[in-house]
């Protein structure tokens, strides 16, 4: 199937595997569940800069992990309308 990837690494770990040596700090980590067969919708950890005004006193470094859904919202969808599988499908 398309869209499928594969995330095995645990969230402690996404910090040194992305090449920093402090740990970094994470967001709606209950979310992520480690699999070899993500499927678009479900959460997978993403590392992306501190906003201002996020920094906390325990982190030292100015990244952040934060667990995201994973996936692709067609351009045809409207912000309120749900994606059509079918016509995703048939395009």
């Known amino acids: ?40 919708g479900r959460y997978m950890p993403v590392v992306r800069q501190m906003q201002a005004g996020e920094a906390t006193e325990q982190c030292s470094t100015e990244a952040v992990v934060h667990c995201m859904k994973w996936g692709l919202i067609p351009s045809f969808t409207k912000k309120n309308e749900k994606p059509d599988h079918f016509r995703m499908r048939s395009v």
């Open 1 to 40: 199937m398309c869209g499928r990837a594969r995330c095995t690494i645990r969230v402690e770990d996404v910090g040194r595997a992305t090449g920093y040596r402090a740990p970094l700090h994470s967001v709606d980590s209950d979310r992520y569940r480690p699999s070899y067969n993500v499927a678009p």
